[in-house]
């Protein structure tokens, strides 16, 4: 009997597989819709460009990656001979794909705009510089595909999940947070639901998934508000979308756009590293669920699809998410992202994406980003040792200056020559405040995973290693890959910088040389435990 089920091929869609079908999709449009948002509400991107060329790759890359993990659901339901095998969702990654839109497109079509382009010519500027900057992390993924496991033994996990926390609690958290209160009572109460379903595990009245059902009562508040007059100043419904044909073929943009990544490459390159652990992780997890993928495969998918991506026009990276679990206690199996690839990629081609993102409001988007921010600062203290704790805060700072000199740098704020007389002007003590907090800020994730690892290795008694983890920091500080004096935050040699941006970076680089320095001389005292 076992024999004959055995070789019964599994069905395709099964009941639980309708909620993960919901999951998935509200997942990745709610991550569209904030890349929509950002560039087209904060920074001023045409939408055109948004809709008809940036969501069609990035769709494409979604589909292509989800199709891969059904077919390897299924063939490892078909070997196994169980019908209970759950694919692994695919999706767009939530912390890169808002930190692409937030520190990558938006400041590079600002750029573009400040070098003299027209509009739409720095669009298209800006998107072959998003198409570049996947290609970039897509190629980096591949080649740590197949040497992951070293990843994660050199790099420790407080320094990497503090680095991605520190930049979920801000510019997750807070940044949205803000855009969660301009429309007080549709934000709050589709946040305060969002919690009570997914933090609380609070039950509904209905059997549908809890985030579909907190979208709609936000929606539907919002525009009743609205509609009554009761809503926030400058209510307006928005503009019917026209749905376009835009089928996203191979092109040779990325190409164009890569010497424009060269300044975004101590935020792509981590970008990058931080998916390769997390697919690490989310194997495991699915492993323990009883679902035994190979790492190999489940990382060179994900690799695959951000390439694709990539080179045909995409603008965010995917990667496999980290509730394979939660989706198999839904009943879900492999027809869920069979689904969520196909109506997510079509949505892209067909453009109906774009009207869904459009349709949802700004204040009812904005919370689900708040608890993805909620959710990835928690894990980066649950996923790490008690006694690294201290670590993973330590490498949430830099984040909160890179925040700060987000908000000081906005031209609407502070007019460009009050700045940049701010930034120069020290009081005999040191340098200003605002130097040090756009020093700190710029290659905030590099300079987080340095000061968790140094700090890892001296919990640990290791004083040797942390010394060496900050001479590493002193040479990445003399190259701009951290603390950067470029306003841009770029990368150069230090040979060529003169006046107060060469004294900023050799006094950052001997700080961290000196450090390292007292802690190889501390390193000589006899401990009572060997070091490493």
Known sequence: MTDIHSRRPPRWFVAGDLNGFFGLVVDNLSILGFIALALVGIFGFPAEVVYTKMFPGTALGVLVGNLAYTAMARRLAVRSGRADVTAMPLGLDAPTSIGMALLVLGPGFLAFRQQGLDEQAAALAT??????????????????SFCGDAITRAVPRAALLGSIGGAALTLLGFLPLVETLRSPVAGLVTLGLLLYVLVA????????????????????LYYALGLAGLGMPGFALPQGVTLSFALPLPNTGFVAGLPATVPYLPLLLPFGLLMVVGGINVAESARAAGDDYRTRDVLLVEAVATLVAGVCGGVAQTTPYIGQPAYKHMGARHGYTLLAGLFVGLGGVLGYLAGLVQWLPVAVLAPIIVYVGLDITVQAFHATERRHAPAVALAFLPSVAYLLAIKLGNPAWIAPAQHAALYAAGDGHGLSELAAIVTLGNGFIITAMVWGAALVAMIDGHTRRAAAVLLLGAVLTLFGFVHSVDPRGGIYVPWALEGLPRLIAWQFAAAYAALATLLALLSLQKRPAAEG
């Open 201 to 220: 595990r609070g039950p509904l009245p209905v059997r549908l998934p809890g985030v579909l059902v907190a979208l709609l009562v936000g929606t539907l």
């Open 127 to 144: 998107w072959q510089l998003g198409m570049a900057s996947l290609v970039v992390m897509g190629a980096l993924k591949l080649a740590l």
